[in-house]
């Protein structure tokens, strides 16, 4: 099935006080008998009947998770898992009415936090909630460092950059002066303004932001490079 992800962008509105719980099921009575003790437990209710009613919602970044039904109306629960595979910061935890081993394993090996089997053991599902909500806010926190560091990056020269690349590489000042025709100064200062701007109080820092940075292809260091 071709499902297209239209509420990917994320919610102007403030984020929610309570964290969020995503119930995706096509039975109503299943829906609607989750309500009272997900409100019980301080969570945020949020319903959908199928997977494209779900994905025509906006994304919250608040700590949240996704109670998916396995079996759904249109797309299954293992075709939403798959196309929501780049949201950490939403764990999910399927249900099903029967037990499916071949479905259970293709859900864990995507990332599912648990599996439950319908009827719900109210205890068994609150603590899969409990436990999918704190990966939900560490997945946040990291995506929110990983944020900052990206702007600090960005706010580097083109230079800047270069002379980055080239030292968490491994490349000495002058090796670096070389590859790029100028003076070891000139690198040191490039360096300087660098590592001020990444807030890197440390070269071994440096390369620990550096090998964090989505989308650069740093390649690993030696531990003599990196505390040099």
């Known amino acids: 099935m071709n499902l297209k992800y239209i509420g990917s962008g994320t919610s102007s509105y403030p984020p929610p006080a309570a964290p969020i719980v995503f119930v995706v099921d096509g039975d109503e009575s299943i829906r ?10 301080g969570w945020e209710p949020r319903l959908a009947a199928s997977a494209e009613e779900f994905l ?3 994304r919250m970044m608040t700590p949240s998770c996704l109670l998916l039904e396995l079996e ?3 797309a299954s629960g293992l075709e939403l898992q798959k196309l929501l595979a780049a949201r950490s910061e939403m764990p999910i935890v399927f249900m099903s009415s029967r037990v499916d081993i071949q479905a259970t394993v293709q859900a864990m090996k995507a990332g599912a936090f648990e599996f439950l089997i319908k009827p719900l053991v109210p205890e068994a599902l609150l603590d899969a909630i409990h ?7 560490a997945a946040l926190q990291e995506l929110t460092q990983i944020s900052a560091l990206q702007e600090r990056y960005e706010s580097l020269s083109r230079r800047e950059r270069e002379v980055m690349g080239l030292l968490v590489r491994g490349r000495l000042n002058k090796q670096v002066g070389g590859e790029l025709g100028i003076s070891e100064i000139t690198v040191k200062a490039h360096r300087g303004n660098m590592m001020r701007k990444m807030h890197a109080s440390s070269f071994a820092e440096l390369v620990t932001m550096a090998a964090s940075l989505p989308g650069e292809n740093y390649t690993r260091f030696s531990a003599r490079s990196a505390g040099r």
């Open 131 to 137: 436990g999918a909500l704190e990966r939900s806010e």
């Open 56 to 58: 025509a919602q906006q």
């Open 72 to 74: 759904l109306p249109g």
């Open 32 to 41: 609607n008998a989750l309500l009272a003790p997900l409100r019980s437990a």
